[in-house]
């Protein structure tokens, strides 16, 4: 069974703060591939977005977020990254949620 791995996105969202998250869990998930007999992903991982129009991380980078907080898979771990939270943190919905 894989692990449901949710990177919250928001605008101005630091890049390496979600990138590299991003970037470990799915590397550790093609190398479990490669190493192991078996077939299944270790982790799957996807972003989440208030909704899923796109975004402006830090020195506007676009990102289309792949769900959004009223429709996304279960997750097993949620990663808020870091960035400029001051708009974030005004937002009663997004607060629910995390």
């Known amino acids: 069974m894989s692990i449901n791995i ?9 890049v390496l703060d979600f990138a590299g998250p ?3 869990f799915t590397t550790a998930s093609r190398m479990h ?5 078996d077939d299944r992903t270790l ?5 989440i977005g208030r909704t899923t ?3 402006k991380a830090r020195a506007g980078l676009k990102v289309d977020p792949d769900y959004s ?5 279960v997750m097993d771990c949620l990663i808020v990254p870091g960035g400029v939270v001051t708009a974030e943190l005004e937002k009663p919905d997004v607060i629910y949620w995390i």
């Open 33 to 37: 591939m490669r190493n192991s007999l």
């Open 43 to 47: 982790f799957n991982v996807f972003t």
């Open 69 to 73: 907080i009223s429709d996304h898979p």
């Open 53 to 55: 129009s796109p975004i």
């Open 22 to 24: 991003y970037e470990v």
């Open 6 to 14: 949710g990177i919250y996105v928001y605008d101005d969202v630091e």
